[in-house]
């Protein structure tokens, strides 16, 4: 699954396939680097690159040297025995037992309550200090994984922050999905206003970060203020926007999930890249494509929600998909939503027929063997590895000549986040903590599938994630998968639940009714 349907989780499992990226079933990534000779030489030129980097580095300040350790993380060490020259940008230090430069130690931070302290005093307070993580963690899931085996044991060897996992509960809370909302407002209510809270650190994103933006219980803005801010575009729609609410700085991109279209190349060999096209082509191609049911599968509602950004927005004279962003505004709604009824009206005679009658299974998978088989020759899906993850896969696996893409105009990508509540006891090690989790060398560990496999959504042109480029494209890049920067480039934000809901349930009385 991508996300729950009604936003009560964020975005989990969505890449846990260990056989995807056209690696032989049940390979690691080192095992799938050991095995192909282009590859090695790939990943050995990117080594090389960074080698030859640190000497220069290293002639310049007599003393930094940067490694590729054996999870993936770049691990900035200061010998010993030399003059280090600091670096001219502030909060360049990744670890408290670094000594600290002037520079970074004398340039303020900004953040909320530390306005007068360096990023260097903030990591070395976080020493010590004990993490109260509140995720969604189930037994035998990636999440629980790599917060025990990965995480953890990160954070105590390098800034001695002890990290308690606290699985997330979705019941017994009248304000939102996440209980954790109702926790934190109950321990305001009662006097813990800016400290003293139970929790320091929770994965979130939708309705339950919208409610507790707006109940002022979050802690920030942080986002922006912090090192590892370098790594993102926040002027993107799809970083700056949760579900339509601006984050403000208020929580910290943490992984992705985006949208792509997968055609099959032998019947399809030019695909639509336009919505206009699109329907053309369904039209052109009777029973070659459908979409599930958006009421009640995600899927089907992500699908219509691509085809409102065009007729409701892009397609509009003047108007845009951007129109929106924001709080559900029903008179823009109605507006603007007619010719998305026309549209999928129109479309519904060269759907995938059953029994007479356009087939809207409950469940997009029921879609996916159509498309196996070859009988549909076009797909959707929330999971950008989608074709290659079903091509590797050896129960049932797909035809090679499957290949995912995205619209000229654009994707829409969903991002989870993690944010610090206001009442936060350790604030220090939550800033710590969010800054090493979104580095570049921890993104690296979470994208590789046999870990984690989450899309992640940093800005690949950034220069702080460059040097990583080789390394991100071998694990992030398969025949049949877009690139990371062709991902990043056709981002979307997602539209507010309010409208999500409203779509979903129009959908029904002017489609599927009608």
């Known amino acids: 699954s991508v996300a729950e349907f009604n936003d009560q989780k964020p975005i989990e499992e969505s890449k846990q396939n260990d056989s995807y990226k056209g690696r032989a079933h049940g390979q690691t990534f080192s095992e799938a680097i050991s095995s192909r000779t282009g590859k090695i030489l790939c990943l050995t ?105 990965r995480l ?34 109950d321990e305001v209510d009662g006097g813990k206003t800016t400290t003293g809270g139970a929790v320091d650190l929770i994965w979130i994103n939708g309705e339950n970060f919208a409610n507790m933006k707006s109940r002022g219980l979050l802690y920030g803005p942080f986002a922006t203020l912090i090192p590892s801010a370098a790594n993102f575009d926040f002027t993107n729609s799809a970083i700056s926007f949760d579900k339509g609410v601006s984050i403000d700085g208020m929580e910290m991109p943490f992984n992705q999930a985006q949208s792509v279209f997968i055609h099959n190349e032998i019947q399809v060999p030019s695909p639509p890249r336009t919505i206009p096209d699109l329907v053309a082509w369904i039209k052109a191609n009777p029973g070659r494509f459908t979409y599930s049911d958006p009421s009640v599968d995600f899927m089907g509602a992500a699908f219509i929600r691509t085809m409102f950004y065009y007729y409701a927005g892009d397609g509009v004279n003047g108007g845009s998909w951007r129109d929106f962003l924001g709080p559900f505004d029903e008179a823009l709604y109605l507006s603007r939503v007619q010719p998305l009824w026309d549209a999928l009206n129109d479309i519904e005679g060269s759907l995938y027929q059953m029994n007479g009658a356009p087939w809207y299974p409950t469940v997009h998978e029921d879609i996916r063997d159509f498309v196996g088989n070859e009988t549909l020759w076009l ?71 046999e870990i984690w496999g989450a899309l992640q959504p940093f800005d690949p042109t950034a ?30 934000g997602d539209l507010h639940t309010d409208y999500v809901k409203r779509l979903n349930a129009d959908w029904v009385t002017n489609v599927l009714n009608a």
């Not at 302290?117 to 109260?132: C, E, F, R, V, Y």
């Not at 390098?158 to 939102?176: K, M, P, W």
């Not at 696996?397 to 936060?424: C, E, F, K, R």
């Open 152 to 185: 953890t044991p990160k954070l105590k060897d390098q800034f001695g922050i002890t990290v308690n996992r606290i699985d997330a509960v979705y019941s017994g809370c009248a304000l939102s999905p996440m209980k954790v909302v109702c926790d934190v407002q």
């Open 45 to 149: 030129a990117f080594i090389a690159i960074i080698a030859i980097v640190n000497v220069a580095i290293n002639a310049a300040t007599a003393g930094a040297v940067s490694q590729l350790d054996n999870d993936g993380d770049v691990t900035n060490l200061i010998q010993t025995g030399g003059t280090t020259t600091c670096p001219s940008t502030p909060f360049q230090l990744s670890c408290p037992s670094c000594p600290a430069c002037p520079a970074a130690a004398s340039t303020v931070s900004g953040l909320p309550g530390f306005e007068n302290q360096s990023w260097d005093t903030i990591m070395k307070k976080a020493q010590s200090m004990t993490l109260n993580f509140y995720l969604w963690s189930p037994e035998g899931t990636s999440p629980r994984r790599w917060v025990d085996e």
């Open 379 to 449: 797909d959707f899906s929330f999971q950008s590895t989608e074709a290659s993850a079903r091509i590797n896969n050896p129960v049932n696996p797909w035809p090679v000549h499957m290949q995912a893409y995205v619209m000229d105009s654009g994707t829409i990508a969903d991002t989870n986040y993690l944010a610090i509540p206001v009442n936060s006891n350790n604030k220090e090690a939550a800033l710590a903590a969010v800054n090493y989790i979104t580095s570049p060398g921890s993104m690296f560990v979470r994208a590789q599938p």
């Open 463 to 492: 220069a702080s994630v460059k040097e990583w480029d080789a390394a991100f494209n071998y694990i992030n890049t398969h025949e049949a998968t877009p690139t990371v920067e062709a991902l990043a480039a056709a981002r979307l």
